[in-house]
Nanobody, 123 residues
Framework: QAQLVESGGGSAQVGGSLRLSCAASAYTFSLDCMAWFRQAPGKERERVAG???????PYTDSVMGRFTISKQASNYTLYLQMDSLKPEDSGMYYC?????????????????WGQGTQVTVSS
């Protein structure tokens, strides 16, 4: 059964940290790529970071050095550690999984999605 459930969103101050979690089913965790996307009001959904079966981790430029994506096979969970948060990091964060090993940045190439978790960063 394909399933993704995000948690860990909330409010943070500028410069603060949040850690998002995404609980997956065994099947979903076995797919070649898992990724975090985010979407702010009025903006397109963008890939924040991905991690593939070889643990390659592409990041979007705006979060490089501040966010870290990781996964834990023992509990089929994907994580996103977000540090040095900025107001522009605010939005709905989604976990996604797909079969493209290179973790594309196009939402349409992922076929399994979670329901999302809201992140709000304020000064």
């Amino acid at each position: 059964q394909a399933q993704l459930v995000e948690s860990g969103g909330g409010s943070a101050q500028v410069g603060g940290s949040l850690r998002l979690s995404c609980a997956a089913s065994a099947y979903t965790f076995s797919l070649d790529c898992m990724a975090w996307f985010r979407q702010a009001p009025g903006k397109e959904r963008e890939r924040v970071a991905g991690i593939n079966s070889a643990d390659l981790t592409p990041y979007t430029d705006s979060v490089m050095g501040r966010f870290t994506i990781s996964k834990q096979a023992s509990n089929y969970t994907l994580y996103l550690q977000m540090d040095s948060l900025k107001p522009e990091d605010s939005g709905m964060y989604y976990c996604a999984a797909g079969s493209d090993w290179y973790c594309p940045d196009t939402p349409g190439q992922y076929n399994i999605w979670g329901q999302g978790t809201q992140v709000t960063v304020s000064s």
